[in-house]
């Protein structure tokens, strides 16, 4: 006699998150352990650096292979999500090895892109489908420019996913194969962090960051693509980070610099050195996305009037904290007498 017993999705999820995590953990520590980590990547601290001590930045290498295998094992038709988040890890290990000319770098991002929209198109007019693919792009990248403080891309990874997760297995419109994706991803962040929060012992590098950027915008395009959650989900819910790059990047780009390079002009960075801790800064953060991710969660059920109203309302809030962080740095700087921006915070 065969007994049905269903399977809870929180079981499910709770195993999911759970296993990713050790297994991230344990390749992480075999890595360092071995002496291995430092020879694939260190992060050698510079003027523009938060951290003093060389660090190898392997990060990737936990993340990427338990986020893909289990994708590959518990979504596969995910699949062409998880070989292109591949591609763009095995590019930018090379970026993190020897170094690669930016346009070289762009390129792989754009045809990981350009293949999920060709292979999915969305159910939007040419020009939205463009506008869609540049946002894609931008969150490859987001990933990148956050990724300067112990904790705060990986917290971002943990909390970002796991409002994946949460709103495909059970949100208004469910689905299970995007639910388990993103579960994965959110417990490999568990392992990673067990390393990476304050103080850092591993970063998470190009190879980490690239591909959970991608994953970030191409998960969230899947989503709305299958009617598990509207357009403006995604954006919410990673809205703290993408608003400081966004607002980081504006700035550079009025003053003629290259957004692409090294600084330290996003909020978390003057947030350390106006003195709060890696760790206190990070915990911050953490707060704001959990408050967006759960007005997020509950703004699905509204009308889709409110829904936009939510979104501009957050969006003020966010603006807000940035202005309250700018007011503190005028002061920091006028106090220190130091300029907005000098030749060892620019490149």
């Not at 809205?239 to 400081?244: A, L, Q, R, V």
């Amino acid at each position: 006699m065969t007994l049905n017993v269903p399977i809870s999705p929180w079981s499910t999820l709770a195993s999911t998150v759970v296993v990713c995590a050790a297994l991230c953990a344990a390749i992480l520590g075999l890595l360092l352990k071995s002496g291995l980590a430092w020879r694939l990547a260190t992060d050698i601290p510079n003027e523009r650096s938060l951290h003093v001590r060389p660090t190898p930045r392997v990060g990737g290498w936990g993340l990427v292979p338990v986020a893909v295998g289990a994708t590959l094992l518990l979504a596969p038709s995910l699949w062409l999500i998880a070989i292109a988040a591949v591609f763009v890890a095995a590019v930018s290990q090379i970026d993190d090895r020897r170094g690669l000319p930016a346009r070289v770098r762009f390129a792989a991002h754009f045809l990981a892109v350009l293949a999920l929209i060709v292979a999915y198109p969305a159910p939007a007019p040419w020009w939205c489908a463009a506008m869609l693919a540049f946002l894609m792009l931008w969150l490859v990248n987001l990933y990148n420019f956050m990724d300067g403080a112990d904790g705060l891309a990986g917290g971002m990874a943990l909390f970002g996913f796991g409002g994946y997760a949460c709103a495909a297995l059970f949100g208004p419109h469910p689905l299970y194969e995007l639910g388990w994706a993103s579960a994965a991803i959110a417990g490999a962040a568990i392992g990673f962090l067990f390393f990476n929060f304050h103080p850092a012992r591993i970063f998470l590098g190009d190879a980490g960051s690239i591909p959970l950027g991608f994953l970030a915008g191409a998960l969230g395009y899947w989503g709305w693509c299958g009617g598990a959650w509207p357009i403006w989900f995604p954006a919410l819910v990673f809205s703290p980070f993408i608003g400081d790059a966004s607002v980081t990047l504006l700035r550079r780009l009025a003053r003629g610099e290259k957004f692409w390079q090294a600084h330290r002009e996003h909020y978390y960075q003057r947030m350390v050195r106006l003195g709060a801790s890696h760790a206190a800064t990070a915990l911050k953060w953490y707060l704001v996305m959990l408050v967006g991710i759960i007005i997020a969660h509950w703004a699905l059920r509204c009308s889709a009037a409110l829904q936009w109203g939510i979104v501009v309302g957050w969006a003020v809030v966010l603006v807000l904290m940035g202005a309250a962080i700018d007011a503190r740095w005028r002061s920091f700087q006028s106090l220190t007498r130091q300029p907005e921006v000098n030749a060892d915070d620019s490149q």
